[in-house]
């Protein structure tokens, strides 16, 4: 059975970091590739980040970059975002999905998990 949980989510100060953690059971890279979006309140939900299944090809959104780092460990079946210098506007319920495609679009994720929230306030 896929199944696929977050944690990680807090409250941090402006400029603060977070690492969210995605445990991804019964997942086959072959078959799925991984990333993070969030949903932040009268927003729609976005991509963040996404990984290729072979873990070279990365993307991220523009408002992440150079603030952001996907990364996996394929032996212990867990996706990372690693997330520094936190603002406010980063603020969201945070989820990991999974797609048969390379792609950060949420319309094309099969999978998902239930979500953490990640909260930016001073």
């Known amino acids: 059975q896929v199944q696929l949980v977050e944690s990680g989510g807090g409250s941090v100060q402006p400029g603060g970091s977070l690492r969210l953690s995605c445990s991804a059971s019964?997942?086959?890279?072959?078959?799925?590739?991984l990333g993070w979006f969030r949903h932040a309140p009268g927003k729609e939900r976005e991509g963040v980040s996404c990984?290729?299944?072979?873990?070279?090809?990365?993307y991220y959104s523009n408002f992440v970059k150079g603030r952001f780092t996907i990364f996996r460990d394929r032996a212990q079946n867990t996706l990372y975002l690693q997330m520094n210098n936190l603002a406010p506007e980063d603020t969201a319920m945070y989820y990991c999905?999974?797609?048969?495609?390379?792609?950060?679009?949420?319309?094309?994720?099969?999978?998902w998990g239930q979500g953490t929230q990640v909260t930016v306030s001073s």
């Open positions: 990984i290729g299944g072979e873990g070279l090809a990365t």
């Open positions: 999905a999974a797609s048969r495609t390379f792609s950060c679009l949420p319309g094309a994720q099969a999978l």
């Open positions: 019964g997942i086959t890279y072959s078959t799925y590739r």
